[in-house]
């Protein structure tokens, strides 16, 4: 029973308190709903898609890309506010992703800024 318990409790802790924008090895490792993406280095926990489900925590937010998808992004003011090899950039207006050649925000978004490979 105690080696049960033990088993489980480490378990929950590799789930547990994993953000948006964390680093990942697996998906997992970014608990419910969401998953690793492996392409960004170090990993990157994300959601996708989020244009109709939206994201959950108030320092995160949905960015469409030009390709038609989109992904819970780690919002951010500043470099500062990003992991190491990570930039904070600008997505444009809703439904610009055309205009700006890469990324916008989808409905309802409240950031303006997000972290993204350098």
Not at 39 to 50: I, K, L
Not at 95 to 118: F, I, M, Q
Request: glycine share 14%; proline share 3%; net charge negative.
């Amino acid at each position: 029973m105690l080696l049960v318990l033990v088993a489980l409790t480490g378990l929950t802790a590799l789930g547990c308190g994993t953000q948006i924008g964390d680093e990942c090895q697996t998906d997992f490792s970014c608990g419910a709903a969401n998953i690793c993406d492996l392409t960004a280095p170090e990993g990157y926990c994300t959601r996708t898609p989020c244009r109709n489900q939206g994201c959950e925590g108030d320092e995160t937010l949905c960015v469409q890309f030009q390709n038609g998808e989109s992904y819970c992004m780690h919002g951010c003011s500043s470099k500062d506010d990003c992991r190491e090899g990570y930039a904070c950039l600008e997505a444009g207006p809703q439904g610009a992703c055309e205009d700006t050649g890469g990324a916008c925000l989808t409905e309802g978004t409240r950031a303006r800024s997000y972290c993204y490979v350098e």
